[in-house]
């Protein structure tokens, strides 16, 4: 019993002697590529510059045309991006992206509006950047308001964090800003 208090006293004057600091938790290193493009020039009603980190998925939809994803599969995530004709719905198809934009304000820390405007190609959008743990960071549109539109939203495909995936948001937007600058309508 004498031996067991020893110890514990000395223990005690021993353990005392620091300060206890929890560490941080740590993320993997995420390696960026150089940001290089190519143009996208096929059978589609437009055209623009991509990464070359990314690759092109069309996806076949019933009903729908020029639908495809730009993924990045190294950093698990995908840009889904639409194409619709205008025909008498340019109202209904802004109002419906902005809703898609809005319905991630539950848990988005803000939503931020960029607008965009080429007049000499006829292209304008707008990008919305939303800040926090949110499904989609970056969305997208584009149109010349009489007969094109387009969305794109991105989405990575695990639990967003935005602390772990802050580089590759950043990294991807700036895909985003060269795909809308370089974007062009086919005559």
């Known amino acids: 019993m004498h031996k067991i208090l020893i110890i514990a006293i000395t223990l005690f004057f021993v353990a005392c002697g620091q300060n206890y600091t929890p560490k941080p938790y740590g993320y993997f290193r995420v390696y ?4 290089e493009y190519q143009m996208l020039d096929n059978e589609m009603p437009f055209r623009f510059e991509y990464s070359n980190a990314a690759t092109i998925v069309e996806r076949t939809q019933t009903h729908e045309k020029y639908w495809f994803d730009l993924t990045y599969p190294q950093f698990n995530a995908a840009l889904h991006v639409s194409y619709k004709p205008i025909e008498g719905n340019f109202r209904e198809l802004t109002e419906d992206a902005r809703r898609f934009v809005y319905k ?15 007049n000499e190609k006829n292209v304008h959008g707008i990008l919305y950047d939303l800040k926090g743990n949110t499904a989609s960071n970056l969305q997208f549109t584009l149109t010349d308001s009489t007969r094109h539109f ?4 991105l989405y990575f495909d695990n639990v967003p964090n935005k602390d772990s995936i802050a580089p590759i948001i950043n990294y991807i937007r700036k895909d985003m800003v060269r795909l809308m600058e370089s974007f062009e309508w086919e005559k």
């Open 32 to 35: 960026l590529p150089a940001h």
């Open 150 to 153: 387009l969305r794109g939203a």
């Open 104 to 118: 991630h304000s539950i848990k988005a820390d803000n939503i931020s509006e960029l607008a965009f405007s080429n």
